[in-house]
Structures are given as structure tokens and as C-alpha cells.
């Protein structure tokens, strides 16, 4: 069992983050410091919603100190004259990669100096902090098929081991479900899976179809906890050969197939629609299209359920994340993925918004990061191991910011009266079905 430390934004029973190691490698810098560079680390601050976090430049001076001075929670530390300018000439994308290069440095807690960040530009704004020198807004790539797979090989084939060092036992890299605050992630994970089954009322004999499937952990849960039977698709290589692996030892493959193939290609009749954490990949474009994915394989009388990472309102993509880290990426709002349910009608029957729970998974991936940090750089370099931890640790203030959310919902065909009456089931408090 982990053991929880007091949160550094004093939330009860939420850990905190370690702070962000300094940049390794660096050479001396001698670029003398001008008044210009002082008032452009000011204006980065300001088009930043003057968070409560000092900016400091290379001379060891600060350029900008907030106005109440005693409630500075960390600070921005600029090494040279190019970090600063890109950082402001593309703020998301400009800074990401100097952090990532060693260039800016953050003091103090991570997560607490980018929850402050976060709150201050959400505060001025949903575009603050968003738009380059020429006034442009980010925009995500578009996922076509072939984009798409290039996409997700980007980000899901850096390697199994790699994921394995943090993301623990179960393998799943989507939002953990903290029913109890002394759980850890891996019973977590479990019941998340649980939680996402006993929505869609999973049965023995079923016929599931996962749009999406990781490295197969919720499939084989499915299969293993609910007898049903399951065919999950996923264009990752890596993680399908992993998936097929699992199923075979764990003697579930007779029960769950793994398809390596895109969610377009979805074909047959299922009890049963699940997605969990595809969503951020599929793109606004596609929506209707998996809208209608979903209709031809959904039977009449089956329950569907997308879990995604989303926002309360439209807003453009983090620029940074969208081209370093996650290629095709959108987090929707809720109008957005209406787009998936009104061309077909489909009744909405729960929306459940998970997103400090999501913190909490994002914060103990930070943790276990860390304590593999030696393995990963290995793996990899330095500047990969700053670009992650600056993702996890984004994400994780970013959801206690509120600037992100975490959005499950659960639906149906329109002329289904046989849908529960109440959530009973949902935590383990089956009703009697009521049929009209």
C-alpha cells in the first residue's frame, strides 16, 4: 500500500510531485542582460494571466516577481535570450522544447508551479497562453488512417519495457479509479476496470468490442471477471504483440481476440461498445464517423461507454503536447462529442467526470517515473526524460487545475426501455431491471 503525503496545493489525501530536477550538461552562459530582456520576461509573465510564480533570467535576477510577493510558489528560470524569445513567440511549444533542451529550469514543486500557471491563464481566458507572436492559434494534425498509425507509433511504440518501469503490474495507461485513497494504482487500475464493466452491465456470454485496447489489460479483465468474449482493436504493433502475448499465458485467448487494425474497420454485432482512452486519438473530424462505427456494431439492447480526456469548453490543443508528445491529439468538450451521438440519435444514460482521480494516477506515474529516471535516461537521453516528466506533471496540473477533465460516458440505442433505472449497478448494487 502507498503511503500518501500531504498534497503541496493542500488537497486532503492527494500526494504531491517531486520537484523537477535541474538541467544536467549545461555550459556557462555569458549573454549579458539588457533591459529589453527584463521587460520580455515581464510580458511573458503577463501573457501568461501573471501567475504567482517569479521569472528569472540568466543573470540570477528576477525579471518578474508577482505582486504579493509571499505567495510565490516556485519559479521560471531562463538560462539564455533564445529561451525566452521562443517561449514567447509560441508559448506552449516555444517553452515545452527549451524545458526539454535544459534551456529553462522550474523551482519548486513541478506540479505546484504548473497548477499555478494553469489557473492563472484559465482565470484570463480559455486562448491565454496560447497564441504565437503572429496571433495563431494551435491546430490539431489531422488523423487520416496512415496519420494515425504514424501517430500512435510515436507515442505508444517508444517500447514496452519503457512503459512497464511506471505504469506498475496492469499495464493500462488511461485514468485509475481511487474508490479507496489508500489504494495503490495497481488496485486502482483493477477497479477502474471494474467500474468501466459493471456500467455497460457486462454478462457471461457477451459480445464485447474494444475500439482502442492498450496492451489488453481491460480485455482480458473483461473476459477473466465477466465471461464475455471480446475482439479489441488497436493500431499499435508493439502493443497488440504484447496483448497477444498476455492472452496466451493468462489462457484467454480462446475468449479475446486482438485485432491490428484501425477503429474504422470495426465490423459485426456486439452486446457491448468499449473505448477507453481512444477518443483524444480519434480527432473532431472523425466523430461522426465513429458515431457510425458505433451504430452498425451496437445491438439493439447493448450499452456503449467512451472514457476521454476532454475540456469543459472547445479550446484548442496544447501545442507542445499535440507535436512532441501526442501527434493528433484533441481533448474534446462535451458539445464536441455530441457529434458522435446526435447523427444516430443515441441516448445519453451517464456522464461521470473522473478528473481528480486522473491527478491522482498522473501524480504516482511521476513518482515511479522518477524512481526509474536512471533506467529511462539510459533508454533514451536527457532532454526525453525532461520532455516526460514536464508531460506527466503538466497533465497531472492541468486536471487539478481543472483545465482538463476526464469525461465517462455511457449510452444507448434511443428505443431501448430496457436501460437501468438507477447507477445501483454501477457500485455493486444490482436492481431489478424495470421494463415499460
Not at 556557462?28 to 510580458?43: N, P, S
Not at 468499449?274 to 480519434?282: A, D, F, N, T
Request: glycine residues 10%.
Amino acid at each position: 500500500m502507498k503511503q500518501h503525503r500531504a498534497h503541496p496545493l493542500g488537497i486532503p489525501g492527494m500526494p504531491g510531485s517531486r520537484t523537477a530536477p535541474a538541467a544536467r550538461g549545461k555550459t556557462e552562459r555569458v549573454q549579458r542582460v539588457t533591459g529589453l530582456d527584463r521587460q520580455l520576461g515581464a510580458r511573458f509573465a503577463s501573457a501568461g494571466g501573471s501567475p504567482p510564480v517569479a521569472i528569472r533570467l540568466w543573470d540570477g535576477v528576477d525579471a518578474y516577481t508577482p505582486a504579493d510577493g509571499a505567495n510565490i510558489v516556485g519559479r521560471l528560470v531562463f538560462h539564455d535570450r533564445g529561451a525566452l524569445i521562443s517561449s514567447l513567440a509560441s508559448p506552449e511549444l516555444g517553452f515545452g522544447d527549451a524545458y526539454s533542451a535544459g534551456r529553462i529550469d522550474i523551482e519548486g514543486d513541478l506540479v505546484q508551479v504548473l497548477y499555478a500557471a494553469f489557473r492563472s491563464m484559465a482565470e484570463d481566458g480559455p486562448t491565454t497562453g496560447k497564441r504565437s507572436l503572429l496571433g495563431r492559434l494551435p491546430k490539431p494534425q489531422v488523423n487520416t488512417r496512415d496519420r494515425s498509425k504514424k501517430h500512435i507509433h510515436h507515442h505508444y511504440d517508444l517500447g514496452n519495457e519503457f512503459y512497464r518501469l511506471w505504469l506498475g503490474e496492469t499495464m493500462v495507461y488511461t485514468c485509475a479509479y481511487y474508490s479507496n485513497r489508500e489504494a495503490s494504482l495497481e488496485e486502482a487500475q483493477i477497479e477502474k476496470m471494474h467500474h468501466v464493466c459493471r456500467k455497460v452491465r457486462l454478462k457471461p456470454g457477451m459480445q464485447v468490442v474494444e475500439a482502442g485496447c492498450g496492451w489488453g489489460s481491460l480485455a482480458m479483465h473483461m473476459a477473466q471477471h465477466y465471461g464475455v468474449y471480446v475482439k479489441a482493436f488497436n493500431i499499435s504493433q508493439q502493443q497488440v504483440a504484447y496483448a497477444r502475448e498476455q492472452a496466451k499465458a493468462r489462457g484467454l485467448a480462446d475468449r479475446v481476440e486482438f485485432v491490428e487494425d484501425d477503429y474504422r474497420n470495426v465490423s459485426g454485432k456486439y452486446d457491448a461498445f468499449v473505448s477507453v482512452g481512444m477518443l483524444e486519438h480519434v480527432g473532431k473530424d472523425n466523430y461522426k464517423t465513429l458515431g457510425d462505427v458505433i451504430y452498425r456494431s451496437l445491438k439493439r439492447g447493448g450499452l456503449g461507454i467512451i472514457h476521454s480526456v476532454g475540456r469543459s469548453t472547445t479550446a484548442p490543443p496544447n501545442a507542445w503536447l499535440e507535436q512532441r508528445i501526442f501527434p493528433g491529439s484533441y481533448p474534446p468538450s462535451l458539445r464536441d462529442m455530441m457529434d458522435i451521438f446526435e447523427s444516430h440519435d443515441f441516448s445519453i444514460l451517464d456522464i461521470e467526470n473522473l478528473r481528480l482521480h486522473y491527478a491522482e494516477t498522473l501524480m504516482e506515474w511521476l513518482r515511479r517515473f522518477d524512481d526509474h529516471v536512471v533506467s529511462i535516461t539510459r533508454m533514451s537521453d536527457e532532454s526525453f526524460v525532461r520532455a516526460w516528466r514536464l508531460y506527466l506533471g503538466g497533465c497531472a496540473a492541468a486536471f487539478l487545475a481543472s483545465t482538463i477533465q476526464l469525461f465517462q460516458v455511457v449510452f444507448a440505442h434511443p428505443d431501448d426501455n430496457r436501460i437501468p433505472m438507477t447507477r445501483g449497478h454501477v457500485y455493486g448494487k444490482e436492481s431489478s431491471d424495470w421494463n415499460l
